[in-house]
C-alpha cells in the first residue's frame, strides 16, 4: 500500500486539474455569481425577490434531474471527458446568458439549458478521479481539489459586483465565459495525462440496491438539510447585505470572506477526515455554520465578518464530506451512482433554499425569519450526525 507522500507525488496532476475544473465548473463559478445577478436582473426586468429566486431553483432542479445520468455516464465514458465537455458547454451557455437574455421566460430557459448540459463539470468527476487515485491521503486530496471553488468564491464576489456596476450584467456573463475559455485548456491537459485507473462498469450493482444500502437514508436527510440551510443563504448574501445599506462592491467583499473561509475550511475538513471519525466532522462544520447563521440574524453590520468567515468554513464542506462517505460506505464500482444520487438531494436542497429564502424575504421585507430556519436546520443536521457518532458507525461495504 503507497503511503500519503507517494500518492500525491503520483497524482499530483489530478489534484491540479480537479482544482482548476473545479473552480470553473458549474458549482463554483455559476453558484457564487447567482446572487450577485440576481438584484441587476430584477431591476431591469422588473422581477419581485421571489420571481429572481426562480433562476437558481429552476437551474438546481434541473442539475439534481441530472446527477444520477452524470454518476452513469462517468462509469461509461470517463471522469475526464466527460468534464471537459461540459465546461465547454458552461462557457458558451453564459455567452448565451449575456447575449440573449430578454425577461424571465428566456433566462429560464437559458438557465435550464445550462444546469441540463453542463452538470458534468460538477465536482462529481473530479472527485471520481480523487478516489480513483488516492487511498491514505483521500481526504486531504479531496480537499484540495474541492477547494477549487474558492476561485469562484473569492475572486467572484470580490470583482463581480463593481464590474457589472460599472459595465452592465450582460458584461458579467461574459466575463465569466472568458474566464473558462481561457483555463479549460489547462485542466484538459492536466486531466488527460493523469488517466487513473476506472472501476469496470458491469461490477456494479443496480442503482436500486445501491440506495438501499443503510448509509443511504441517513446521508441523505443530513445533506438535504444543510444543503436547504447554507446554499439557500449563500445565494442570498450579497442582496442581505445591500438591503443592509452596503454599496455592491462592499458587498462582494464581505462575500469573498465566505470564499476564503471555504477555501480553509475545505483544507481543514480534508485533513480532519483523514484522522478523526467522519460524522464527529460532520457534527461540527455544520452546528458551527448554524452559530454564524444566528450572529447575521443577531448582529449588525459589526458581526457581518464573523458571520461570513464562520458560514464560509463549512460552505461546501457537504461535497468533501459526501466524496468521502461515499468512498467509505459504498462499493468504489458504484461510486457514480451512489454519489450522484446523494448529490441529487444536495441540488434539491440547493434549490429549495433560495426559494423559501427569497419567499420569506416577499413576506416578511427581511431575512430575519429564514436565518434562524437555516440555523434550526444546521442543527438538526448535526445532532443526527452525532448521533450515528456516538454509536456503531462501522459500515459494510455494499456487496
Not at 478521479?129 to 484540495?144: D, I, N, P, Q, T
Not at 431575512?367 to 448521533?387: F, K, N, P
Amino acid at each position: 500500500m503507497t503511503n500519503a507522500r507517494s500518492e500525491f507525488r503520483n497524482g499530483w496532476r489530478v489534484v491540479v486539474g480537479g482544482f482548476l475544473g473545479v473552480g470553473i465548473g458549474v458549482s463554483s463559478i455559476y453558484f457564487y455569481s447567482l446572487g450577485i445577478f440576481l438584484k441587476p436582473l430584477a431591476a431591469e426586468f422588473g422581477w419581485s425577490r421571489g420571481e429572481a429566486s426562480l433562476g437558481p431553483l429552476v437551474g438546481t432542479t434541473c442539475a439534481a434531474l441530472m446527477a444520477i445520468p452524470v454518476g452513469r455516464l462517468i462509469d461509461r465514458i470517463g471522469s475526464e471527458r466527460l468534464a471537459v465537455v461540459s465546461l465547454t458547454v458552461l462557457a458558451a451557455a453564459f455567452a448565451l446568458l449575456g447575449w440573449a437574455t430578454s425577461g424571465l421566460a428566456s433566462f429560464l430557459t437559458f438557465t435550464v439549458i445550462l444546469s441540463l448540459l453542463t452538470a458534468g463539470s460538477s465536482p462529481m468527476p473530479f472527485t471520481q478521479l480523487v478516489v480513483a487515485s488516492f487511498e491514505r491521503a483521500r481526504g486531504m486530496a479531496l480537499g484540495l481539489v474541492l477547494a477549487g471553488t474558492g476561485l469562484g468564491s473569492i475572486l467572484i464576489p470580490a470583482f463581480l459586483p463593481g464590474y457589472i456596476a460599472s459595465n452592465g450584467w450582460r458584461a458579467g456573463y461574459f466575463l465569466l465565459a472568458g474566464m473558462i475559455a481561457i483555463l479549460l485548456p489547462l485542466v484538459a491537459l492536466l486531466l488527460r495525462s493523469s488517466s487513473p485507473p476506472m472501476p469496470q462498469r458491469n461490477t456494479s450493482r443496480p442503482f436500486q440496491k445501491v440506495i438501499a444500502n443503510a448509509a443511504f437514508a441517513e446521508l441523505a436527510v443530513i445533506f438535504g438539510l444543510a444543503s436547504v440551510a447554507v446554499l439557500g443563504t449563500v445565494v442570498h448574501f450579497v442582496p442581505m447585505l445591500t438591503d443592509a445599506g452596503l454599496t455592491p462592491a462592499r458587498a462582494g467583499q464581505f462575500t469573498a470572506l465566505i470564499g476564503v473561509a471555504a477555501v480553509c475550511g475545505r483544507l481543514a475538513t480534508g485533513w480532519l477526515l483523514d484522522r478523526v471519525q467522519a460524522e464527529r466532522v460532520v457534527a461540527g462544520l455544520f452546528v458551527s455554520a448554524a452559530c454564524g447563521l444566528v450572529l447575521l440574524a443577531l448582529g449588525g453590520p459589526a458581526l457581518i465578518p464573523a458571520g461570513a468567515v464562520v458560514i464560509g468554513l463549512c460552505v461546501g464542506a457537504e461535497v468533501d464530506l459526501i466524496s468521502y462517505l461515499v468512498a467509505r460506505d459504498f462499493d468504489r464500482s458504484d461510486y457514480g451512482q451512489a454519489y450522484g444520487a446523494l448529490y441529487t438531494v444536495f441540488l434539491v436542497g440547493g434549490a429549495v433554499g433560495p426559494g423559501i429564502a427569497g419567499a420569506t424575504f416577499d413576506a416578511t421585507g427581511n431575512y430575519h425569519i429564514w436565518l434562524w430556519l437555516a440555523a434550526t436546520m444546521l442543527v438538526v443536521a448535526g445532532v443526527i450526525s452525532a448521533r450515528k457518532s456516538s454509536g456503531d458507525v462501522t459500515r459494510s461495504k455494499a456487496r
